[in-house]
């Protein structure tokens, strides 16, 4: 099943759009090594200092990257492909605060915190991508982002998605990994990490961002790069406008990615954040967020452009009704929109607090949207003609050998969400809440031995 969001007209006239602002307007392009390197493949530098990038030379990068991103598990076993038909869910990363599931109360976060999440996410069946989805506020700032990796590797055997602060960090927590794999040529040929990194809006690439993107092209690590643009703040208001300036960005980013070392694996996304500008919040869990990924995605997918959706995400600050709703909504709508790599499951707080009990029920909406991207199968065996034909007279479908094959497999049931019938003697049926049911399923997670 595939959900399009915007016609291919549309998506045309955004990205002649974005071509244009690269053109016209430019980039800050603070890597004097990476002007040289732009310099040279035919931009423009105006008066301002800006990069000014020729259509054709983003057009011409543009096809050379590969079609699809493919991570593996530390078994070396595909994991995630990006071309897949089965969506493939994520935690967030780098959350402020933690909503602590024993205390109820929110507080930064620690390396423990990250441990974990690393944990809960080894077995949670519906994630696999691993993220820490905190920062640890309890270890110096230059140890943070390796020492977030070393906790996850510890943990789990799925690939892990980091991001560092600057391209020293990324390339110590690169170098880490490489020695986990047993060297460069066994990490590139079955990688299981990515790295997030990417321009700052409005149209800039900073430093660490080109150093980041052309040392993973170089090596041929997987990387996203991507924005994140605020709307009516850091970019346009609108989201057409937030799409064009963002996918500008990406583009610009890509072309310095793609100079370095042509074919390398690379994947966008949109990360655009709408901002209530009547009360200067970000709002992750609204519709327009979840449009701005839908329409990212249509945009990258005509240009060939491998991309992942965020979803799962909520403004509440608790596990609540807003929260399911919020992430309920997003995480069906990115299930369907025709890439399999979705992130930022287990946000609350839009984007400042990560919460493992968040987690839990998000991959339990996530196994509920991943049936619904499956279809239905339409062969003679799901068909059954037979079988009404044999049990329509008296009714003994029940007890036909075909419903007693696919029974199991017919109706996705779950541990979390009620299917029971009222029963009078029972006061009150409500009484074992959504939230209880959460929480057990979180410790018994937590406490099950590796």
């Not at 690169?174 to 299981?192: C, H, I, Q, R, T």
């Not at 009360?279 to 995605?297: M, R, W």
């Amino acid at each position: 099943m595939k959900l399009r969001l915007l016609n291919k007209e549309d998506s045309r006239r955004i990205f002649q759009s974005a071509l244009e602002i690269l053109r016209s307007v430019g980039m800050h392009v603070a890597d004097e090594d990476t002007r040289k390197l732009l310099k040279r493949a035919g931009s423009k530098e105006n008066e301002e200092g800006r990069i000014l990038f020729k259509e054709d030379l983003v057009r011409n990068t543009i096809s050379s990257v590969p079609g699809k991103l493919v991570l593996f598990d530390r078994s070396g076993r595909p994991a995630v492909d990006t071309s897949d038909t089965v969506p493939r869910f994520s935690p967030g990363l780098n959350c402020i605060y933690v909503l602590d599931y024993t205390t109820g109360e929110h507080r930064l976060c620690s390396l423990n915190d990250i441990t974990e999440t690393a944990r809960v996410c080894d077995r949670l069946h519906n994630i696999d991508l691993v993220a820490g989805l905190g920062n640890p506020s309890d270890i110096p700032a230059r140890e943070q982002p390796l020492e977030t990796v070393k906790a996850m590797v510890r943990e789990t055997g799925k690939p892990l998605a980091f991001i560092a602060h600057n391209e020293v960090e990324g390339e110590e927590i690169w170098n880490y990994l490489v020695d986990v794999a047993g060297g460069w040529e066994a990490f590139s040929a079955k990688p299981f990490a990515l790295d997030l990194t990417g321009p700052y809006s409005p149209l800039e690439l900073g430093e660490e961002a080109c150093r980041r993107l052309r040392f993973a092209a170089r090596n041929r690590l997987p990387v996203v790069c991507y924005p994140a643009l605020l709307t009516g703040a850091a970019g346009p208001v609108t989201l057409a406008g937030a799409l064009a300036q963002s996918s500008a960005e990406i583009l610009g980013g890509i072309t310095v990615h793609q100079l370095e070392q042509p074919g390398a694996p690379v994947i966008s996304g949109s990360s655009i954040l709408p901002m209530d500008l009547l009360s200067g919040n970000i709002a992750y869990g609204s519709p327009e967020y979840t449009l701005a990924c839908l329409g990212a995605v249509d945009v990258f997918s005509d240009l060939g452009v491998p991309s992942w959706f965020g979803a799962g995400c909520s403004d509440a600050h608790t596990v609540d009704i807003q929260a399911a709703s919020e992430a309920g909504m997003s995480i069906q709508t990115a299930a369907l929109s025709g890439t399999s790599f979705i992130h930022n499951l287990g946000y609350l707080s839009a984007g400042k607090t990560g919460s493992l009990e968040m987690l839990v029920l998000c991959d339990e909406l996530a196994g509920m949207a991943r049936r619904c991207a499956s279809g239905i199968t339409v062969d003679d065996e799901t068909l059954a003609v037979d079988i009404t034909k044999r049990a329509y007279k008296d009714r003994t479908f029940l007890m036909d050998e075909h419903t007693l094959k696919h029974m199991r497999t017919a109706l996705r049931n779950s541990r979390l969400f009620e299917r029971t019938a009222i029963v009078e003697k029972k006061p009150n049926p409500g009484s074992e809440t959504l939230k209880k049911r959460i929480r057990e399923k979180l410790l018994d997670l937590v406490r099950q031995k590796g």
